[in-house]
């Protein structure tokens, strides 16, 4: 009985090299899968959103974070202004614009 034990032994250390590669192997692959399926469509997505906020002007209708509708009548720094009805005008922070309709949709709506 004894004289298997060194045998098992000796086969665990011969494959101990390439077991030790795969872990590490495992992670990278997995790092991998996640920085492409999860990081980078999240970063372009910001940057985009980053973007059409920098481009806001006068005239554009929006859609805010809220679901207001909204026509803008003045651009600051930090916040727009949006005419939600005759006469009726918001205040809203930028980053709460999350799209740009086309023209003529508060018509519509």
């Known amino acids: 009985m004894n004289a298997l034990i060194p045998s098992a032994w000796a086969q665990a250390g011969a494959t101990s090299a ?4 795969a872990p ?4 990278v692959v997995f790092i991998g899968i996640f920085y ?3 990081i ?3 970063q372009k997505k910001t940057k ?3 973007a059409m906020i920098a481009k806001l002007s006068v ?3 929006v859609v805010t974070a809220g679901g207001i509708l909204g026509r803008v009548t003045d651009v600051g720094d930090n916040f727009v202004t949006l ?3 005759d006469s009726v005008r918001i205040k809203v922070q930028k980053v709460q614009v999350t799209s740009l309709m ?3 949709t508060l018509k519509n709506a």
């Open 102 to 104: 086309p023209k003529g």
């Open 83 to 85: 005419e939600i009805a």
């Open 18 to 21: 390439s077991g030790q590669l």
């Open 36 to 38: 492409f399926l999860l």
């Open 24 to 27: 590490l192997l495992m992670i």
């Open 40 to 42: 980078r469509p999240q």
């Open 59 to 61: 005239g554009d209708e």
């Open 48 to 50: 985009d959103h980053q």
